[in-house]
């Protein structure tokens, strides 16, 4: 069977499949993935709204025979790939592969976990109790394992953890329950199937994580499809370097109390040493103060307070080390407990004393309740290439946002993918009669204080002429509130603000309501797919340019000025070029959607980088003039 006989004017799908329409872009990109299936290398390929690339690369996997992993940004992606687009295609292609879904260790019940959770239900508050009585429940019933089939649980439910496992507190092969485990089947399934789906976190978790008693996922693999591959540099960087947090630690101290009271209760020093541990863990947070924050190592490199802090967390881990080192034998649950003891404090002194010409990123991260110590690469780059030459096997890299204008520079260097095919395929919408770009005049500059208000006087006679339908979309929480708190008295469409509900009954809420107002920051400028008459509007406040006092950011930014170069051209420009993309992508879905982009910022007709911001941009008709917005949508 040929490409064109599946994705052709007349190809199988055409004929079969309700909503397909051929497109010529969708079968050019097919075939460059079927040639680098067949002859291998890597591909990086730009596809744009409305090409297809969910079928430009599959049909061609099904076809191949291969063993292929598919990679995407998100759980959400993975569900529909999984549970939507391959069934379809398998079926209008009557394709024999076989094909397995795999999350991170996170989504799956740990029955050992639970077991422990219910033994020790005493500190457990109402809420919590009644969660821990539906988990009970529904593992008599589930056959995966899969915690998203109890929908009554909210995602964020601090149920979760006490009843899931991570890769420190997993027994593997130790585990009593390890013949039950649902981890454990869905991996086997992922090593008998032909296409595996899995995200970007968990790939890179198998890449930067061999030892965790389950073997390794991916090397037997003959390609890799990585979807949404403009978020993989950002999520390579948090799992190539490491991280202690207090909850790391006291959540050791509770399994540690847990086993102590099933496998030894004769050593009561040991609890001595876990409350001694819990309370060095609560006296660090406080050391870093009550604001919730990201700053650089350099921040707190001299402050006594923290360094006492740390010197104490230190100290309490290692004696609680030599008490379990004392019990070593007694039980598999306890000799678990002292491996993680021990790893936490080689990690801690890692953060506290790190190697000598180390470039790795060092910097924290405050909560309400907790603290994290992270260490980041300077650059992914080597690293990954390094991964990739592990694993010889083709890889092909897709995105609708991945060049800026028509350079694949900054992707490639982020990624090490400097001797990549690189291909652009544009979109088959047609934007300039679909939709018009309006930058209006006379807007002040994004720093001045009456910004966000001037924003939303500019929104109001562009809502009442979309009838609301329209996404908001800030580059910060307090634009966004301010935004919100301004509309609520301006306009009578209903408003549906981010954090007020969770993301994904925002959006049904959204497409049901016919004429709200949502109000977004980052999550929502990507991975939203509105389609129809229910989105007809974009406004974006200001150009997305990360915030420069990010500690990591800022290491990047300077190791860049120290080489020579320009980080504001090199990096924070191609950076926020590709993220105004993304936001620019939500406002036309299909062939039959139309609708009208705000961009506020003013900066992107005024300054020099403005054209690289206009280069990235889809094709849609332009204006300045407000009355020629507000006549678009009549």
């Known amino acids: 069977m040929q490409l064109a006989d599946v994705l052709g004017e007349d190809g199988l799908l055409a004929k079969g499949l309700d909503g397909f329409a051929f497109r010529r872009q969708q079968l050019e990109m097919a075939q460059a993935v079927a040639d680098h299936l067949a002859d291998g290398g890597r591909l990086v390929a730009e596809a744009g709204t409305g090409t297809g690339k969910t079928f430009a690369y599959l049909v061609p996997v099904l076809l191949s025979r291969q063993k292929v992993i598919i990679s995407t940004g998100t759980r959400n992606l993975q569900d ?97 329950a390890w013949g039950q485990c649902h981890l454990v089947e869905a991996r086997r ?191 992914v780059a080597d690293v990954f290439r390094l991964h990739m030459e592990r694993h010889p096997a083709t890889w092909v890299f897709t995105s609708a946002t991945l060049a800026v204008g028509d350079s694949f520079a900054h992707f490639q260097q982020q990624l090490g993918l400097f001797d990549a095919d690189c291909r652009i395929w544009g979109s088959p919408f047609d934007y300039a009669r679909q939709a018009l770009w309006f930058v209006p005049q006379g807007m002040p500059q994004p720093n001045d204080p009456g910004y966000t208000e001037a924003v939303v006087g500019l929104a109001e006679p562009l809502l009442a002429a979309s009838r609301g339908r329209a996404f908001l979309l800030f580059t910060s929480h307090r634009a966004l509130r301010v935004a919100a708190d301004l509309l609520a008295e301006r306009t009578e469409h209903r408003l549906l603000v981010q954090g007020s509900a969770p993301k994904a009954e925002l959006l049904d809420r959204f497409v049901a309501e016919g004429d709200a107002v949502l109000l977004g920051t980052a999550s929502f400028w990507e991975g939203v797919d509105v389609r129809g008459e229910a989105l007809s509007l974009v406004i974006i406040d200001k150009l997305p340019f990360a915030s420069p006092g990010d500690p990591v950011l800022q290491a990047r930014l300077d190791a860049i000025r120290r080489r020579g170069g320009n980080p504001f051209m090199q990096y924070q420009v191609p950076q926020a070029a590709i993220a105004l993309k993304q936001g620019a992508g939500r406002l036309i879905r299909d062939v039959t959607d139309r609708g009208v982009l705000v961009m506020c910022d003013p900066r992107m007709l005024k300054k020099g980088y403005g054209q690289t911001f206009l280069d990235a941009m889809p094709g849609f008709a332009r204006t300045r003039d407000l009355e020629q917005a507000l006549a678009f949508f009549a």
């Open 189 to 379: 399934r992922a090593q008998e199937a032909d296409v595996v789906v899995v995200n970007h976190h968990l790939l890179c978790a198998d890449f930067a994580l061999r030892d965790d008693g389950f073997g390794e996922l991916l090397p037997g693999a003959d390609a890799y499809i990585i979807d949404e591959a403009h978020q993989l540099p950002e999520v390579a960087s948090s799992f190539f370097g490491t991280t202690v947090s207090t909850r790391q630690l006291l959540e050791l101290g509770r399994d540690t109390q847990t086993e102590y009271h099933r496998e030894a209760g004769d050593m009561p020093a040991l609890l001595e040493r876990v409350d001694a541990l819990a309370k060095a863990a609560r006296e660090l947070r406080l050391a870093f103060g009550q604001a919730q924050r990201r700053g650089a190592w350099l921040e707190i490199e001299r402050d006594d307070k923290v360094g006492a802090a740390l010197d104490a967390c230190r100290g309490r881990l290692q004696q609680l080390h030599d008490q379990l080192q004392a019990l070593e034998g007694r039980g598999k649950g306890l000799d678990a407990c002292l491996a993680r003891c021990a790893g936490l404090i080689g990690q801690l002194q890692g953060l506290i004393e790190p190697d000598e010409g180390s470039e790795d990123i060092r910097w924290f991260e405050t909560h309400a309740q907790s603290l994290r110590l992270n260490s980041t690469p300077l650059d």
């Open 80 to 176: 529909q790939l999984f549970l939507r687009d391959l069934p379809r295609l398998r079926d209008a292609m009557a394709s024999p592969a076989r094909v397995a879904l795999l999350k991170g260790r996170a989504n799956y019940l740990c029955r050992h976990r639970l077991d422990n959770a219910l033994l020790d239900a005493r500190g457990h508050s109402r809420e919590r109790l009644r969660w821990l009585l539906m988990v009970r429940d529904w593992s008599g019933e589930t056959r995966s394992g899969d915690i998203s089939e109890l929908a009554d649980i909210p995602e964020d439910a601090s149920i979760w953890p006490a009843v899931t496992s991570t890769t420190d507190n997993c027994l593997g092969q130790e585990c009593p």
